[in-house]
């Protein structure tokens, strides 16, 4: 499985998940600089975490216009598999391949720690590796990740199963309390159409080695590679 990981100014995280692919897949992804105009052969694109542009404007909305997000955007409407954390996931709402918005958290605080998320559907191949009704956890940590969405589209992402991690409590109860940033429906992560694209706004790649505490990202990495090879 070849990955290739795309890297903006203000990128921070794209070295962590280059980490990950590479010890699960064997081989080093391309790492691909926003100025590009187009992807290596590749099987699989990261947008990883970090402050795009600094964060100008708004999270994730500059990067969204940057040159190689027109080759990432041919591929993901051809059906390439697109991950996109924290601020990937913000860039993948801004060029509308996801639908909602990453708001300011409720609290108007920057939050950084682990959470607890209860997987609700396995069904792409991010999150085969998890049995429905998993509760893992991962770190959050960001500013902007209050999703958003229209009660129509979140009745639709709701009805289509396309919510695939939901903030809660130690014993997976979608409360307030386990909700770390005022989410809609205590949303962490969804999917397109067709379970292609996901967006979701805690780390995996944070919670893949014992050594960093948590482990509930190793299963969508260990997922994605039996998906795709």
């Keep these: 499985m070849k990955a290739a990981v795309i890297v ?3 990128s921070n995280c794209d070295r962590d998940v280059a980490v990950c692919l590479a010890e699960t897949t064997g081989q080093a992804p391309a790492m691909v600089w926003h100025r590009e105009a187009t992807l290596p052969e590749c099987d699989v694109i990261v947008l990883p975490g970090g402050f795009s542009y600094g964060d100008y404007l708004r999270a994730g909305a ?8 027109k080759d990432v955007t041919h591929h993901a409407r051809k059906g390439m598999p697109v991950l996109g954390i924290c601020n990937g996931f913000q860039v993948l709402t801004e060029t509308g391949l996801l639908p909602g918005l990453l708001m300011r958290n409720a609290h108007l605080k920057f939050v950084c720690r682990s959470v607890f998320l209860r997987v609700e559907a396995t069904r792409d191949p991010f999150t085969q590796g998890y049995n429905p009704g998993d509760i893992v956890a991962m770190p959050v940590a960001h500013h902007d ?3 958003y969405a229209d009660e129509v589209t979140l009745d639709r992402l709701e009805g289509e199963q396309r919510i695939l991690f939901r903030y809660c409590d130690e014993v997976g109860a979608p409360t307030p309390a386990g909700n770390p940033n005022g989410s809609a429906r205590n949303i962490a992560g969804i999917t397109n159409e067709t379970g292609t694209i996901v967006g979701l706004m805690p780390h995996p790649e944070r919670g893949y080695d014992p050594v960093l505490g948590d482990v509930g990202g190793h299963p ?6 039996e998906t795709l090879s």
């Design 145 to 147: 990740g209050n999703y």
């Design 220 to 225: 969508l990495f260990a997922s994605l590679m």
């Design 62 to 69: 500059i990067a969204a216009h940057s040159p190689i997000m």
């Design 8 to 10: 903006f100014p203000g």
